[in-house]
C-alpha cells in the first residue's frame, strides 16, 4: 500500500512538472508569436502609410498639372473658329484680275441650288419612304451643292493652283484645260436641263421623259405646296447660263495671266 502510494506521488510530481513545463513553453511560444505579429503589423502599417503618402503626391502632382494646362487652354484664344475663318477665306477670294460682278456670279451658283436642297431634305423624314430613299434625297441635295459650289473654284485660287492640303499635287498648277473642259460640259448640260427642258416640260404638263406629270406631283398639288415647288426649283434656271458667263471668264483670264506657283 505504501509503495502504490509513492508511485502515486512520483507520478503527480512528474505530470506536475511537465504540465507546468508545457505551460512555461506555451507562454513563451504566444510570447513570440505575438511579438513577431505585432512586428508584421508595425512593418505593413509603415509600409501602408508610405505607398499612401507616394499616392496623394502623386494625385495632387497630376491635379497641379491638369488645373495649369486647363487654366493654359482657357487663356489662349480659340483656334477652330480661326481656321473656319481662314478656310472660308481662301476658298472664297478671288484672284487678281477678276471683276467684282464675276465674282457675286460665282457666289449666286451656289445659292440658285441651295432651295431646291432645302425643299427636297423634308420629304427624308417621310414616314411613307424606305430607307433608301432617305440616303438618295439627303445625298442628292449634298451633292447639287457641292458642284454647285466648285463654281467659285473659276474666280478663287484653288481653281488655278492644287491647294496646300491635297497630298502628292499641292501647290501645282492646274492646266486650264483641265478646268474649262468640264465646266464648260456641265454649264451645257445644266442649261440644257434646267433653262431648256424644265420650263417647256413644266408648261407641257409631262416629264423629261414625256410621261404625263403624276397628279400627287408637287406641282400639280396646287396651293402653297405647288408655291413653294416653284419659288425653290426656279432658281435652277440661272445654275447653267451663270456657270457659263464664269466659264468663259476663266478661259480669258488664265490665257491673259500666268499663275504663280507656291
Do not use: N, Q
Amino acid at each position: 500500500m505504501k509503495t502504490f502510494s509513492r508511485a502515486e506521488g512520483r507520478a503527480t510530481k512528474a505530470f506536475s512538472r511537465a504540465e507546468g513545463r508545457a505551460t512555461k513553453a506555451f507562454s513563451r511560444a504566444e510570447g513570440r508569436a505575438t511579438k513577431a505579429f505585432s512586428r508584421a503589423e508595425g512593418r505593413a502599417t509603415k509600409a501602408f502609410s508610405r505607398a499612401e503618402d507616394r499616392a496623394t503626391k502623386a494625385f495632387s502632382r497630376a491635379e497641379d498639372r491638369a488645373t495649369k494646362a486647363f487654366s493654359r487652354a482657357e487663356g489662349r484664344p480659340s483656334v477652330a473658329p480661326g481656321r473656319i475663318r481662314s478656310a472660308w477665306h481662301a476658298a472664297h477670294t478671288p484672284v487678281p484680275g477678276v471683276s467684282r460682278r464675276i465674282r457675286l456670279l460665282a457666289l449666286a451658283v451656289p445659292l440658285t441650288v441651295l432651295p431646291s436642297g432645302l425643299w427636297r431634305l423634308p420629304a427624308a423624314f417621310d414616314s411613307g419612304i424606305g430607307i433608301g430613299e432617305r440616303v438618295y434625297i439627303v445625298f442628292l441635295s449634298l451633292f447639287s451643292e457641292a458642284v454647285a459650289f466648285t463654281a467659285i473654284g473659276l474666280v478663287a485660287r484653288w481653281g488655278e493652283v492644287v491647294p496646300a492640303w491635297v497630298p502628292v499635287l499641292r501647290g501645282r498648277r492646274i492646266p486650264p484645260v483641265a478646268v474649262l473642259v468640264p465646266a464648260a460640259l456641265g454649264a451645257t448640260a445644266l442649261t440644257l436641263l434646267w433653262t431648256v427642258l424644265a420650263p417647256i416640260t413644266e408648261v407641257r404638263g409631262t416629264t423629261i421623259r414625256g410621261d404625263t406629270i403624276p397628279a400627287d406631283f408637287p406641282s400639280e398639288v396646287g396651293g402653297w405646296t405647288a408655291v413653294s415647288f416653284y419659288v425653290c426649283y426656279a432658281p435652277l434656271v440661272l445654275w447653267g447660263p451663270l456657270l457659263g458667263v464664269l466659264t468663259v471668264a476663266y478661259g480669258r483670264r488664265r490665257r491673259s495671266r500666268p499663275v504663280a506657283r507656291h
